[in-house]
């Protein structure tokens, strides 16, 4: 009885004791690199910012599965650089090197993009080279959990990979330079 119970729950058990237990790991995180302690350790880390924000936003968009904190470790990364640019940059092409991965599985034709208003818009925006470049970088800008369905439907509908590399790159530079340059000045770093 108990056996048949846990087998008929086990479908969302284990997704959602998985979840509280990504959720409670970017708590600890945030609250560890908050602390004398982790931000003694972002500072002797200090010369490998850059590379370290490359790595980071390569991981945190890689892949939707595991939750990644950027904004909490990759802004103190940015409070103790000289300079906010190399680490805006390197998190910008990291990122975009990690939403390549949506684009290819989209390209692939392994992409299932669920037929939603969404959707639908997206694939009508990117039929038009001009159109598909302003609507990537909108949609890539904002820190936009949506976007995967836009790097699928990009792969999908055959959007030139230039074209999609540069757009969510120039989307991804002035995000970060504009979150980690307010962050800076509301943090006071």
Do not use: C, K
Request: charged content about 5%; glycine content about 8%; hydrophobic content about 60%.
């Amino acid at each position: 009885m108990i056996a048949r119970v846990w087998q008929q729950h086990q479908a969302w058990i284990r997704p959602v004791v998985v979840g509280v237990g990504f959720v409670a790991v970017n708590i600890w995180l945030y609250l560890a690199l908050q602390s004398p302690a982790g931000q003694a350790a972002i500072a002797q880390l200090a010369s490998l910012a850059a590379p370290g924000a490359f790595l980071l936003m390569l991981a945190a968009n890689a892949t939707v599965v595991v939750p990644i904190p950027w904004p909490a470790v990759l802004l103190p990364l940015a409070q103790q650089s000289p300079t906010v640019w190399p680490i805006v940059l390197a998190a910008a092409l990291g990122s975009v090197v990690g939403e390549s991965v949506a684009y290819g599985v989209g390209r692939s034709g392994q992409a299932v993009i669920a037929d939603s208003p969404m959707s639908r818009w997206v694939r009508r925006q990117l039929a038009h080279p001009w159109r598909a470049f302003f609507a990537l970088v909108v949609l890539a800008a904002p820190p936009n959990p949506l976007f995967d369905v836009a790097g699928l439907a990009a792969g999908a509908t055959g959007v030139p990979f230039w074209l999609f590399f540069g757009a969510v790159l120039l989307a991804r530079i002035v995000r970060f330079a504009v979150l980690l340059t307010v962050g800076i000045r509301l943090l006071g770093g």
